[in-house]
Nanobody, 123 residues
Framework: VQLQAFGGGLVQAGGSLRLSCKYS????????MGWFRQAPGKEREFVAA????????YYADFVKGRFTTSRDNAKNTVYLQMNSLKPEDTAVYYC?????????????????WGKGTQVTVSS
């Protein structure tokens, strides 16, 4: 399984970005997909996750109402739409795949990780 996140960049506070994560390998539908982020000097933290069908998702409190995750299984791609971005959202964002423990927010529960993409929000 290989994952690659892309779509990061520099945006002003209040702006939007959409991250994509391309999946390759075993059947995409076998996995839940998660998003995490890591700011300099901080631990990696959970952002969002989505069920294999795309019909259910859950989010960290600090992004509820601003971020939305979705997936297109035909394209083996998961998305993270980020709106109303804040400077504190600045981090490297990672996508991950996991097959058990739906509802988890633990990074050590992830089976596979992709390389991150940098998101920088200027004030």
């Amino acid at each position: 399984v290989q994952l690659q996140a892309f779509g990061g960049g520099l945006v002003q506070a209040g702006g939007s970005l959409r991250l994509s994560c391309k999946y390759s390998g075993r059947a995409f539908g076998d996995y839940y997909m998660g998003w995490f982020r890591q700011a300099p000097g901080k631990e990696r933290e959970f952002v969002a996750a989505i069920l294999w069908s795309g019909r259910s998702s859950y989010y960290a409190d600090f992004v509820k109402g601003r971020f939305t995750t979705s997936r297109d299984n035909a394209k083996n791609t998961v998305y993270l739409q980020m709106n109303s971005l804040k400077p504190e959202d600045t981090a490297v964002y990672y996508c991950a795949a996991f097959s058990t423990n739906w509802g988890t927010t633990r990074s050590d529960a992830m089976d596979y990780w992709g390389k991150g993409t940098q998101v920088t929000v200027s004030s």
